[in-house]
C-alpha cells in the first residue's frame, strides 16, 4: 500500500521559513509528478506547487518567489521550501504523487499543518 507522510508543519512567524518534506512509500518514484496543495478553514483545496518526472515546476501565483519545490528520487522524498511566510499561508499543506499515465495512481499524504501568525 503506497503512503505519503508529510512533515515539518509547525506555528512560525510572519517574515519566517519552514521546510515541508513528504516521504513516500511508493516503488518507482521518479515516474510519478509531485505536488503539494493547501487548504485553509472554509477554503477550498489548492495546489500551490508541483513538480514533474523531469523537474520542471510550476507554483500558485500567491506563492511565486517564495516558496521552492524539490525532489530527491534516491529518498523517494518531496520537498517545499518555505520562505518570508504570511499570515494567508496558514492552512493544512498536502502531499500529492499521480503517475501522469495511470489516472489511478494518485496518492495524498494526511497533511501537515502550517500556521504563520505572532
Known amino acids: 500500500q503506497v503512503q505519503l507522510v508529510e512533515s515539518g508543519g509547525d506555528l512560525v512567524q510572519p517574515g519566517g521559513s519552514l521546510r515541508l518534506s513528504c516521504a513516500a512509500s511508493?516503488?518507482?518514484?521518479?515516474?510519478?509528478?509531485l505536488g503539494w496543495y493547501r487548504q485553509a478553514p472554509g477554503k477550498q483545496r489548492e495546489l500551490v506547487a508541483a513538480?514533474?518526472?523531469?523537474?520542471?515546476?510550476n507554483y500558485a501565483d500567491s506563492v511565486k518567489g517564495r516558496f521552492t519545490i524539490s525532489r530527491d528520487n534516491r529518498k523517494n522524498t518531496v520537498y517545499l521550501q518555505m520562505n518570508s511566510l504570511k499570515p494567508e499561508d496558514t492552512a493544512v499543506y498536502y502531499c500529492n504523487a499521480n503517475h501522469p499515465r495511470i489516472g489511478a495512481y494518485n496518492y495524498w499524504g494526511q497533511g501537515t499543518q502550517v500556521t504563520v501568525s505572532s
Open positions: 511508493v516503488s518507482l518514484f521518479n515516474m510519478y509528478n
Open positions: 513538480i514533474t518526472t523531469g523537474g520542471n515546476t
